[in-house]
């Protein structure tokens, strides 16, 4: 248990949203999940997340162009949304700029919001600047819509749905990994390319999330941004359950096996731990599981079967590759704790 005075960040937003966020004013969705939801007509929802990023505790300049911090800033909040099953349509950024930012570091921080926000169809509509005396600070707040029939909580779980994530897990991990470590030139220059790649500029799953509320299938929905075996603890805490991973099927990249390998470690650890890979987890009912796997079979859904949702007294567990069952240890980034249980360092 932490010390009266240590913060802890999940219970500090619980703590929050206890004292001074009941709901009301149209409020449909308050704290807690990916998106507020607030009810703006009798057929569309409103979606607003917002996020602070803060130099060398969410980025670091070191490693990534000012391009690469706008362009992530960006699809985390989308990922938010998608994660809702929305669609994203506006967004506003607040910055504090340190003496060293010079007017063409801000343009290309904005270059690279707007990359992702194009493609997606997100204009910019508002903001705020400041200074900062010594590092940056940069505030995203996207605005998103959707059907009320549609929207996807993380609250829905039942025991017997069926885990699913999308795309691959670990790579983001590997990549920050990469960029920290010289070391790592053993892996091959073009495994190394590609990780650093999925660290610097990964993708919000934002046509997946909408396919899944479409047709009602996702039972509850997280995206991955602290890392999958935290955000799966998140999960099943708000619903009261339990959940068993099999580690053989969690989906990995080839790039990532070849570093593992070349590291001495297990894929499968890498993944479980690794942070900001922004893809979907999310569970659906079994009478479904059919229906999904004839999407993943014609290429209209990338996602992988990974598990069940058990009874809360089981806990997390895993299955090991040599069928084994064990707790699943959580290693996931968590603000305001000491950095000796962070295994997600800070971004970049």
Known sequence: MLPKHQLAEFALIQRIAKRFGGLRNQTL???????????????????????????DIHFNRRFASCRDIGYKAMVGNLSDIA????????????IAIPPSFSRNNVDMLYEGMMQPAKQSGVALIG???????????????ILGEVKPAHVIQRIGLQVGDEIFVTGTLGDSNAGLRILQTPAH????????????????????????????????LATAMIDLSDGFSGDLAHLCKLNAVGATINV???????????????????AYDIALQGGEDYEL??????????????????????????????PKLQGLR???????????????????????????????
């Open 83 to 94: 994660a809702m099953g929305g669609v994203p349509r506006q967004f506003l950024t607040s």
């Open 185 to 216: 030139k053993r892996v091959p220059r073009s495994c190394r390319t590609w990780l650093i790649q999925r660290h610097l500029r990964p993708i919000a799953r934002l046509d997946a999330g909408q396919r899944l509320a479409k047709y009602r």
């Open 127 to 141: 903001g705020d600047t400041s200074s900062s005396p010594r590092t940056l600070f940069l505030s995203l707040t």
């Open 281 to 310: 987890l999310f569970a659906i009912r079994p009478e479904s599981l059919s229906r999904l796997k004839r999407w993943i079979t014609r290429g209209l859904l990338n996602a992988a079967h990974i598990g069940t949702i058990t």
């Open 29 to 55: 969705v308050g704290i807690g999940d990916d998106c507020a939801v607030t009810q703006s007509n009798a057929k569309t929802l409103q979606l607003i997340t917002t996020d602070l990023l803060v130099e």
């Open 248 to 266: 053989f099927h969690l989906p990995i990249s080839d790039a990532l096996r070849t570093y593992a390998h070349r590291m001495g470690e297990q």
């Open 318 to 348: 895993m299955i090991t590759p040599t069928g084994s069952i064990r707790r699943m240890p959580i290693r996931s980034y968590e603000h305001f704790r000491s950095k000796r249980v962070q295994t997600r360092r800070p971004t970049t």
